[in-house]
């Protein structure tokens, strides 16, 4: 084991020196993060230290939302791998573990690896692994074995996949790792699908529990956000939420705050400028379309400014001042 590592460290530090490997590799590329902007040695046999019982308190409140969505999905995951030796694992923004499930056997191996609650995985902390790599590049990553930066990691193989806030914030990755020598890239490959359906069914959820009292709108999605293109619509037929592959779908931008944009205008619906249609919708949607200002409001709707203000009085729509 101890030649095996020297020779990893000695492949690992070759490939750091090579610019042209970096651009053919993503997995290198990482490498070279690693080594020169972490400043981290593939040799180096201490692992971080864990976030102590009083800070997992805190970290897992302050992630109360999310993790009140993502348990029992999260449990569903681990029932159907816990069989094949996996370890399952959430890991907050920094790459800290702040949910994990392995079975008894396997909790001492595991421990070892130091994939436990309270471990920070960040690529600044362990180099190139599952969670770290996936929280930096912000996509669906496997990092098996020798793939790791650190010779320490060579043992395992990690399969993660991001999750998004319900205002498109990266917040989390979903990771499963197995330490199983009979774990090819086959096996891997179908428990980074597993993974990522999941991260998806999470932050499906999530979305749908922050918008609860608002209609969600499916779209489809345009595959280079890798999530759910939801949207969220309050009774006026106005966007008022997000996620983040909605937002790259409809060019929405990825800032967290959002100003509410008519659903029709996104979808390519007719526009609705009768009243017919419903008065409070339709000034409601003007309002948004001149940003909230009730002299362009009315005249994109051939009205006064007065009978516009009096029109919404009485359909009890408020305007922001």
Known sequence: ?????????DHVLNTVQSNQAAALSAVAASWRRSALHHGLDPAESLRGERLGESGMVRLREANGELLSVASPIFDSLFGTLCRAGCGIYLANENGVVIESRCTAGDTALFETLNLVRGACWSEA??????????????????????????????????????????????????????????HGEAMAGVIAALVHCTAQQIERDYFCLRYANARIFFAEADGSAGGPALL?????????????????????????????????????????????????????????????????????????????????????????H
């Open 1 to 9: 084991m101890a030649k095996t590592s020297i020779r990893h460290s």
């Open 125 to 182: 902390a362990e180099g190139t692994n599952g969670i770290g790599t996936c929280l930096v590049e912000a996509r669906q990553v496997a990092i098996l074995r020798h793939e790791h930066f650190a010779s320490r990691n060579i043992g395992v193989s990690c399969m993660d996949s991001p999750i998004f806030d319900p205002e498109g914030r990266l917040v989390a990755a979903l990771d499963v790792s197995t330490c199983r020598s009979d």
């Open 232 to 320: 969220a619509v309050d009774r006026d037929d106005l966007v008022i939420g997000a996620t983040r592959a909605a937002r790259v779908r409809f060019r929405l931008g990825l800032q967290p705050l959002m100003a509410p944009r008519p659903l029709a205008d996104l979808i390519g619906m007719a526009d609705r400028t009768s009243f017919r249609d419903g008065e409070r919708a339709v000034l409601h949607q003007a309002l948004a379309r001149s940003g909230g200002n009730v002299t362009a409001a009315a005249r994109r709707l051939g009205i006064g400014r007065a009978t516009f203000y009096r029109r919404m009085e009485r359909v009890e729509l408020a305007c922001a």
